[in-house]
C-alpha cells in the first residue's frame, strides 16, 4: 500500500527530533502481539520480556533525546484490547522513554471524527496507517509533504484535548 519511494521504516530509521502517533481504534488485536493478547485474556502475568524489541527501539531514540509520544482517541467502558493495551503496552513502552496521551471521548464530541491513524516525523513527514475493520493492519502510506501540515493540526489538536496517560489511567485504568 505505500504508494511514496519512502517508507514508514524509512521514516522510523531518519528522523532526527520527534515522532508522534494518533490511534483512533479501539482494537489492533489483529496486528500483532496476538499470543500476549491472548495471554492477558486468560490472566496470565505479563512476561518480563514483552515488547522487549520495541522498548530496546524506543531507548535508542530516547536515548538520543528524541522524542516518542502518542495520543489514543478512545471511550469508555474499554474493550479488552484497549485494558491490554493500555496495561500491558502503554506501560512496558514507557519504560523505554515513549509518552502516552489519552483523548477520552466518553462524554464529549471527538474533535477529530474520521482521522486516520497515523505517524508524523519531525513536523516534516506524516504517513497514514490502514487497518481492516478487524483491527489488522493493512499499510501504510508516506503522504505527499503537501500534506504534512494537514497532519501537524490533528496532531496539535489532539494534544489539546488530551491529557497524560498516567492522569487518566490513575482515574479510570484498571
Same mark, same amino acid.
Given at each position: 500500500?505505500?504508494?511514496?519511494? !519512502?517508507?514508514?521504516?524509512?521514516l522510523?530509521?531518519?528522523?532526527? !527530533?520527534?515522532?508522534?502517533r494518533?490511534?483512533?481504534?479501539?482494537?489492533?488485536?489483529?496486528?500483532?502481539?496476538? $499470543?500476549?493478547?491472548y495471554?492477558?485474556?486468560?490472566?496470565?502475568?505479563q512476561?518480563?520480556? /514483552?515488547?522487549?524489541g520495541?522498548?530496546?527501539?524506543? !531507548? =535508542?531514540h530516547t $536515548?538520543?533525546?528524541?522524542?516518542i509520544?502518542?495520543?489514543? *482517541?478512545? !471511550?469508555r467502558?474499554?474493550?479488552?484490547?484497549?485494558? #491490554?493495551?493500555?496495561? @500491558? &503496552? /502503554?506501560?512496558?513502552n514507557?519504560? &523505554?522513554g515513549?509518552? #502516552? #496521551? *489519552?483523548?477520552? *471521548?466518553t462524554?464529549?464530541?471527538?474533535?477529530?471524527?474520521?482521522?486516520?491513524?497515523? @505517524?508524523? #516525523?519531525?513536523?516534516?513527514?506524516?504517513a497514514?496507517?490502514?487497518?481492516? $475493520?478487524? $483491527?489488522?493492519?493493512? &499499510? =501504510?502510506?508516506?503522504?505527499?509533504?503537501?500534506?504534512?501540515?494537514?497532519f501537524?493540526?490533528?496532531?496539535?489538536a489532539?494534544?489539546?484535548?488530551?491529557?497524560?496517560f498516567?492522569e @487518566? @489511567?490513575?482515574?479510570?485504568?484498571?
Amino acid at each position: 500500500m505505500t504508494t511514496s519511494s !519512502r517508507t514508514l521504516q524509512d521514516l522510523f530509521g531518519t528522523f532526527e !527530533r520527534e515522532a508522534f502517533r494518533l490511534e483512533t481504534l479501539d482494537d489492533y488485536s489483529k496486528s500483532g502481539n496476538i $499470543g500476549a493478547y491472548y495471554a492477558f485474556l486468560a490472566g496470565e502475568p505479563q512476561p518480563d520480556d /514483552y515488547n522487549a524489541g520495541w522498548v530496546e527501539e524506543l !531507548r =535508542s531514540h530516547t $536515548g538520543k533525546g528524541k522524542r516518542i509520544y502518542r495520543v489514543h *482517541i478512545l !471511550r469508555r467502558p474499554l474493550t479488552d484490547y484497549l485494558r #491490554f493495551e493500555l496495561g @500491558w &503496552g /502503554y506501560q512496558k513502552n514507557m519504560s &523505554g522513554g515513549e509518552e #502516552f #496521551f *489519552i483523548l477520552d *471521548i466518553t462524554d464529549r464530541p471527538n474533535p477529530l471524527e474520521n482521522v486516520p491513524d497515523f @505517524w508524523l #516525523f519531525d513536523s516534516e513527514s506524516a504517513a497514514v496507517m490502514t487497518y481492516d $475493520g478487524a $483491527g489488522k493492519y493493512l &499499510g =501504510s502510506q508516506v503522504l505527499p509533504p503537501e500534506r504534512t501540515a494537514e497532519f501537524v493540526g490533528h496532531r496539535d489538536a489532539a494534544l489539546a484535548h488530551a491529557e497524560p496517560f498516567t492522569e @487518566w @489511567w490513575a482515574k479510570y485504568g484498571a
